[in-house]
């Protein structure tokens, strides 16, 4: 089955800095990466996803990359606010051959923006 | 409705016991999910329902774990003999049908539950 590591576990950066997180995934045949942000206390909530048939997908300032050669994803958010402050969820599907709600999900990115 | 709706929101019980936990999804939506979160960890998938299909229930991680979906909307899941590792957020997501299952998972705001 799909394994789906995430890193960094924490990471802090200054307000008008960004913000890149990374995930890998074991199974090349994988073909969807969503990202989740979770603020405290809410539930999580899609930011942003990437299918296997392009590189990059942009949203304002949210970015997704995807190495299909190396099998990694990354996040990109750029000119961060405090309110981007959440922790923050890639995953994958837990098997190619099934439904894109059945996923993988690393072990999250506790992202803090100072203000 | 408006989301997808999960009763109680908070539920602590004493371990050994039985404890039901409540999905409403998103009106429509045919797939629905269960998930689980522990403090600090990612989501672990428990349950798939799609339509009238059998149940996935490959992540459920004991046979203390068990849901149904009836009519096609409302789901329960149900944990027996309750145990402290069993404490964690429990949370439901559904996907619009017409998306085939594939696409964003519109959650819960999950049931907490703890066990004593």
């Known amino acids: 089955g799909e394994n789906v590591e995430q890193h960094p576990s924490t990471l802090s950066v200054q307000e008008g800095d960004s913000a890149v997180i990374k995930c890998t995934y074991s199974d090349s045949a994988s073909n969807y990466f969503p990202w989740y942000k979770q603020e405290l206390g809410k539930r999580p909530q899609l930011i942003i996803d990437?299918?296997?048939?392009?590189g990059e997908k942009k949203d304002q300032r949210i970015a997704v990359t995807l190495n299909k050669t190396a099998k990694h994803f990354s996040l990109h958010i750029t000119e961060t606010q405090p309110e981007d402050s959440a922790v923050y969820f890639c995953a994958a599907p837990r098997s190619p051959y099934n439904q894109g709600g059945k996923l993988i999900f690393g072990q999250g990115t506790e992202l803090s923006v100072k203000p | 409705g408006a989301g997808v709706s999960q009763s109680p929101s908070n539920k602590v019980t004493e371990k050994g016991k039985d404890v039901e936990l409540r999905c409403d999804p998103i009106?429509?939506?045919?797939?629905l999910y269960w998930y689980r979160q522990s403090l600090g960890q990612g989501l672990e998938f428990l349950i798939y329902?799609?339509?009238?299909?059998?149940?996935?229930k490959s992540g459920l991680p004991s046979d203390r774990f068990s849901a149904e979906r009836t009519g096609g909307s409302v789901s329960t899941l149900t944990i027996q003999r309750t145990q402290q590792e069993d404490s964690a957020v429990y949370l439901c997501a559904s996907i619009g049908g017409g998306s085939g299952g594939v696409g964003e998972l519109f959650f819960g705001e999950g049931s907490r539950l703890t066990v004593l």
């Open positions: 329902f799609q339509g009238n299909s059998a149940p996935d």
């Open positions: 009106s429509g939506h045919t797939a």
């Open positions: 990437i299918r296997s048939n392009v």
